[in-house]
């Protein structure tokens, strides 16, 4: 399978949503017209988590791969005025674009979602692979830095045909990999508790 229609039919559950995969300062919000859009998917049951993850271990079972959805939290990101960022997954293979953030994935959130950032790859079967997440600016360019990298690299070895779910937070060392803004970052309350329980089931 080539990469593009690989990426193409990542995408596909995600398409509604795709305009969120980039964080804007203070707030995130998706256009009015987009909600309704969601709002319409939900009430016809065609976004649904259920149903797109079973739909990817049908579709990965055919094609003899493993639908591996990442996700990850990433709390820190929303600083009062620091630059629009978005979350990658970089990794050892092709798929995850041979450590270059520029040829990684893209990772998806939504106002309902954040700060949980979620992607999907596939493998295959009983193979082992190497990844990181990273932060990286929205527009390359400017002052300051441009990428904030994990502080150690993980590893997972994937399973038989089908489906697996893979939850992480995001590792910083402030020591030795400075943030993009140093700003303090701005959670709601409902936002600190998604992230707690994501972290709590990612341990």
Not at 8 to 13: G, Q, S, T, V
Not at 93 to 103: A, I, M, V, Y
Not at 176 to 190: G, N, V
Request: hydrophobic share 40%; with cysteine; charged share 20%.
């Amino acid at each position: 399978m080539s990469r593009a229609v690989l990426l193409l039919l990542l995408a596909m559950p995600c398409v509604v949503l795709g305009s969120a995969a980039v964080m804007s300062t203070a707030t995130m919000p998706l256009p009015q017209a987009q909600m309704d859009s969601v709002d319409r998917l939900r009430l016809r049951g065609g976004f649904d988590a259920a149903s797109v993850a079973d739909g990817l271990a049908q579709e990965a079972a055919k094609l003899g791969k493993v639908a591996v959805t990442f996700e990850v939290s990433v709390p820190h990101i929303r600083p009062a005025h620091g630059p629009p960022v978005k979350v990658m997954i970089v990794g050892s293979t092709p798929e995850l674009g041979d450590w270059k953030p520029e040829q990684g994935i893209s990772l998806i959130t939504t106002p309902e979602s954040f700060p949980i950032f979620t992607g999907v790859i596939f493998m295959e079967p009983n193979s082992k692979i190497e990844y990181k997440y990273a932060v990286v600016k929205a527009q390359p360019g400017g002052d300051g830095l441009q990428s904030q990298w994990e502080a150690q690299n993980r590893e997972i070895t994937s399973a038989q045909p089908g489906a697996m779910l893979v939850k992480n937070t995001f590792r910083e060392n402030r020591l030795t990999d400075p943030r993009i803004t140093d700003e303090p970052f701005q959670l709601t309350a409902q936002e600190w508790c998604r992230y707690y329980k994501h972290h709590v089931n990612s341990l």
